[in-house]
């Protein structure tokens, strides 16, 4: 009875041992767990948060990147004011519309107004009521304030038109015969500049000495007997088809389809005295040649942007004037 009942109570006592065993190994594996479980990082939830910060600070750097930057554009289009200048269509006010994003990086708006004479633009300019033309060359200009008493000056030469003689009902110089008509243009200087080109070419000679003053009183030697057939320079293209030959201002000539390379039979050259005294100018009303928004007009035009424009663009019609 004794055995029996010390047997029971090591068999109670070994059962009590498994039982604590166990419940101190679930206990140790729980623990593990909450460890695991707790570790920073390995659910990912810190770094979510850190890359979040980042993302925020990355995003307020690029806002302040972008404020700087539209305040540095700000400054860049910072307007100091109109220019308002009168042209003819061809190529005057071509070449003005390249020179408005020039004139814009700076901060000047230019406003251009097309004009289809020689009056009107210098008028307005005389008035005030433009700033500036570009449609003329000297001798016009000149010759405009003497006939009706403006005070316009050369702010600036620009460029210069060849005048041309270009094919009628001939092509051909040799081939003119007694009769034939060359239509020039009428007014005074030039009617002169289209004189020269003749006689440049044996067409004609003239007094001695007559040079840009020269009319067709002025001819001494017509060895082909043509006539010379004066009219308003916008005229002549339109009877090309009538005429033997048209001697024209470049621009016209342009407006009528011409090339000055391709169509014309002779033109001028650069180096000659009207090349050089027909440079195409800015003009402006006397005082204000100096202003700032004028010397960057004129400095706009002679950029390299503008003389590879003209000279890419009216194969040979129109050459920069250095």
């Known amino acids: ?27 140790s594996e729980g623990s593990a767990e909450t460890i695991e479980m707790t570790n920073p990082g390995d659910d990912g939830t810190d770094d979510a948060a850190a890359a979040d910060e980042t993302a925020a600070a990355d995003e307020t750097a690029d806002e302040t990147a972008d404020d700087a930057g539209t305040q540095d554009a700000a400054v860049e289009v910072e307007s100091k004011g109109t220019i308002t200048i009168a042209a003819s269509a061809t190529p005057h006010a071509e070449i003005l519309e390249q020179v408005k994003p020039i004139l814009a990086e700076q901060g000047w708006d230019l406003e251009i107004t097309v004009f289809d004479d020689y009056v009107q633009p210098n008028l ?3 008035s005030g009521e433009f700033d500036a033309n570009y449609f003329q060359h000297i001798p016009y200009l000149e010759s405009f304030n003497e006939e009706q008493g403006t005070h316009l000056v050369n702010a600036g030469g620009i460029h210069y038109e060849p005048f041309g003689i270009y094919p009628g009902t001939k092509s051909d110089l040799t081939t003119l015969e007694s009769g034939d008509v060359i239509a020039v243009p009428n007014d005074t200087t030039n009617e002169a500049r289209a004189l020269l080109l003749l006689q440049d070419n044996g067409i004609l000679t003239l007094k001695d000495g007559v040079g840009l003053e020269a009319t067709v009183r002025d001819i001494v030697d017509n060895p082909y007997d043509i006539e010379i057939q004066e009219l308003e320079a916008a005229q002549v293209p339109r009877v090309k088809d009538e005429v033997a030959f048209a001697v024209m201002n470049g621009n016209y000539a342009m407006e009528a389809g011409f090339s000055v390379s391709k169509d014309a039979v002779a033109y001028e050259k650069s180096d000659s005295e009207a090349a050089q005294t027909y440079v195409n100018v800015i003009a402006v009303k006397e005082g204000n040649e100096n202003n700032e928004g004028i010397k960057a007009l004129v400095e706009a035009l002679k950029s390299d942007a503008i003389v590879d424009y003209i000279n890419n663009t009216y194969d040979g019609g129109v050459i920069p004037f250095e």
Do not use: R
């Not at 004794?2 to 206990?27: D, H, N, P, V, Y």
């Open 1 to 27: 009875m004794k055995k029996k009942f010390i047997a029971g109570i090591l068999t109670a006592a070994l059962a009590l041992g498994a039982l604590t065993a166990c419940g101190s190994g679930e206990t």
């Open 124 to 126: 307005v300019v005389e």
